[in-house]
């Protein structure tokens, strides 16, 4: 039987990182991934690497992240640009939370800039000019191409380190205690020991451990996204965060002014829905749009479905276009993407050396890369 120092479960944004920085210390590693490559929330959304919208340690992750991103990118090709990120704010509240904010990042050095309306229409031509009262700019935030990244990511890996061996079609369905470690079993019958066994699971909560995800508290999010036609004749440099998303994300949530933040009738639908917009644009010239948010259960994660609501879609085109200008009707595939999460900011469960994180929720683009290597620390 093949032994390693450190079995990891689950070839996503998480559990390659965390498969990085154990080969990077030396450690003989084995990446296993149930399909025949990543298919779930890691090639599914935008591909922003955005600390800006986040707070507290994921802030910092994030943060660390960017460095991390930028160095494996010097010596091979992930995809990361370093275009940067802007929150467009659309009215008076969101223009003082996007104050705020960047009178709070410029505290911890965060290098940000405040853009009057008349810079943020030259910058961005494409934006509808009723919408916009300002900008916040993080120059430093970069983007990816999420369908192509994490591929690329696990080649540098299994590339660079001769330590660390890669299975796809790799169904865990058991992980047995055996002295000093851990016996995985896979679904054809093959079994390796380590002393260290990781699940990054996602949102997978039947193969392994079902009766404790029943009673983990975790919920999925299912986010409905858009991409449209190609549109070379639009420049969209960089990451576009709107009002709904100062509305939203966690780091204008910790500024004085929002508590007192009401939500404008035309926005309570959008709010029901979890809907706020972004922008993307993708290597070709088209344009990644969304999202929404449903959430379900761990138990009860079918009742999501499969398909993605043609009205919630339509929800979104509707606020797109009071946004910006070019024909955002022009889709030419839509998606759902589903995410674990937790209110406990994410989950980990400890069964002798089996050590179980999941439920990052929707800041594993962003802060994977620097958590998985505080993690590690851990083990190592």
């Given at each position: 039987m093949a032994s390693f120092d450190?079995?990891?479960?689950?070839?996503?944004?998480?559990?390659?990182?965390?498969?990085?920085?154990?080969?990077?210390?030396?450690?003989r590693v084995l990446l296993l991934e149930k399909d025949n490559r990543p298919v779930g929330a890691t090639v599914r959304n935008f591909g922003q690497v955005v600390p800006s919208g986040l707070s507290g340690r994921w802030y910092r992750y994030g943060r660390r992240s960017l460095e991390l991103y930028r160095e494996i990118q010097r010596e091979y090709d992930i995809t990361v640009r370093q275009n940067g990120s802007v929150y467009i704010a659309s009215d008076a509240d969101e223009w003082q939370l996007a104050n705020e904010l960047y009178d709070q990042r410029r505290a911890d050095d965060y290098p940000c800039e405040l853009w009057s309306k008349a810079q943020i229409l030259a910058k961005y031509p494409a934006l509808q000019p009723d919408y916009v009262q300002g900008?916040?700019?993080?120059?430093?935030?970069?983007?990816?191409?999420?369908?192509?990244?994490?591929?690329?990511?696990?080649?540098?890996?299994?590339?660079k380190y001769p330590n660390v061996t890669y299975r796809v079609n790799a169904a865990v369905i058991g992980c047995?205690?055996?002295?000093g470690g851990t016996t995985v079993c896979l679904a054809n019958g093959e079994r390796f020991q380590a002393q260290h066994v990781l699940v990054c699971n996602g949102s997978e909560f039947r193969l392994l451990y079902p009766d404790l995800f029943a009673r983990s508290g975790l919920v999925v999010s299912k986010l409905q996204m858009m991409q449209t036609d190609p549109m070379p004749e639009v420049a969209l440099p960089g990451n576009i965060l709107t009002g709904l998303t100062i509305r939203r994300y966690e780091s204008f949530a910790e500024c004085p002014s929002y508590a007192s933040l009401k939500t404008p009738d035309h926005l309570a639908e959008?709010?029901?829905?979890?809907?706020?917009?972004?922008?993307?644009?993708?290597?070709?010239?088209?344009?990644?749009?969304?999202?929404?948010?449903?959430?379900?259960?761990?138990?009860?994660?079918?009742?999501?479905?499969?398909?993605?609501?043609?009205?919630?879609?339509?929800?979104?085109?509707?606020?797109?276009?009071?946004?910006?200008?070019?024909?955002?009707?022009?889709?030419?595939?839509?998606?759902?993407?589903?995410?674990?999460?937790?209110?406990q900011e994410i989950f980990e469960s400890d069964l002798e050396n089996v050590h179980i994180i999941t439920g990052i929720g929707g800041k594993g683009m962003t802060s994977s890369a620097g958590f998985s290597e505080a993690k590690m620390k851990d083990f190592i």
């Open positions: 450190f079995i990891i479960i689950g070839s996503g944004i998480l559990g390659t990182f965390h498969a990085l920085h154990a080969a990077r210390a030396g450690k900008g916040l700019v993080f120059p430093e935030e970069i983007s990816v191409e999420p369908d192509l990244m994490i591929h690329r990511l696990i080649t540098y890996l299994t590339t047995e205690p055996v002295s959008l709010k029901k829905w979890g809907i706020h917009i972004l922008f993307k644009q993708a290597l070709d010239g088209s344009i990644i749009l969304g999202d929404s948010h449903e959430y379900a259960t761990a138990t009860q994660t079918d009742d999501l479905g499969f398909d993605t609501r043609e009205s919630i879609n339509q929800l979104m085109i509707r606020e797109a276009s009071r946004i910006v200008t070019f024909p955002v009707y022009r889709i030419q595939r839509s998606w759902a993407g589903f995410y674990a999460q937790t209110p």
